[in-house]
């Protein structure tokens, strides 16, 4: 197994309340639908959009298409309030774990980190390290940028 994490995000919110939009993903929904439509002016705001399209989820799992590597599937096997919110892949081409750490900073807001340990095999590792390590830290910033409350 190979550990991605991305860098430490401060967040404006509590901790509780961080952890209670991202332990439920039935809350992915309304981010979804504060989204402008038509294009932001800003690219990486709009390949994040465009990857939310092709996002289906319940209250424990989410599926997203990414190209080239195909559908990529995880659910919540873990939840321990109001810190740790634990994922594990589910029929995804790639086998991995994935978490969220939730810390407080202050009474009103909080830091996260985010670590994907996933399975790759060798002959893979340099092709996908660096789009993975990328990857990790867009999706921290952008749950960084999430009106919570």
Do not use: C
């Not at 901790?15 to 039935?26: F, G, I, K």
């Not at 402008?36 to 599926?63: C, M, R």
């Not at 340990?117 to 999430?146: H, N, R, T, W, Y």
């Amino acid at each position: 197994m190979t550990k991605f994490e991305s860098s430490v995000k401060q967040i404006p919110h509590t901790q509780e309340s961080v952890y209670n939009t991202l332990s439920d993903l039935n809350n992915v929904q309304r981010l979804k639908d504060r989204l402008p439509e038509g294009t932001t002016g800003n690219e990486d705001a709009d390949k994040i959009k465009e990857k939310l399209q092709n996002l289906t989820f319940d209250h424990d799992s989410l599926s997203v298409s990414v190209d080239p590597v195909g559908q990529i599937s995880m659910r919540i096997v873990g939840r321990e309030e109001p810190k740790t919110i634990k994922f594990e892949s589910d029929n995804s081409p790639l086998s991995f774990k994935f978490w969220i750490q939730i810390l407080p900073v202050t009474e009103t807001s909080s830091k996260i980190r985010l670590t994907i340990d996933a399975d790759i095999p060798f002959f893979a590792k340099g092709m996908v390290s660096k789009p993975l390590q990328e990857g990790i830290e867009k999706i921290a910033d952008a749950l960084a940028m999430i009106p919570y409350e």
